[in-house]
């Protein structure tokens, strides 16, 4: 089963999971795994998007190949447009 980018209005394949840790301030994102009702799922492109809120850290574990992902996604973006 598919499953798509949580973002509103959002129908691209989410890729990236992001969860948060309340008690520390942080945010992470991180390669898709099993779907998890405390984890939202993203897109490529909302996942490069995301700025986490003020005063929290990011913490990207996607791996170096996630710039690829996102470039192909703008492309893909900038011809349907």
Known sequence: MQRLC???LCSREAE???SFDY??????L???GDSDPHV???CALHA???DPPRGWTL???RGPE???VLAAVETDTALAG
């Open 66 to 68: 996630a710039a690829f």
């Open 16 to 18: 990236v999971a992001l």
């Open 30 to 32: 991180e390669a898709l």
């Open 59 to 61: 913490e990207d574990a």
């Open 40 to 42: 939202l799922d993203l």
């Open 48 to 50: 490069e998007r995301f």
């Open 6 to 8: 949580s973002r509103p």
């Open 23 to 28: 008690a520390r301030g942080h945010v992470r």
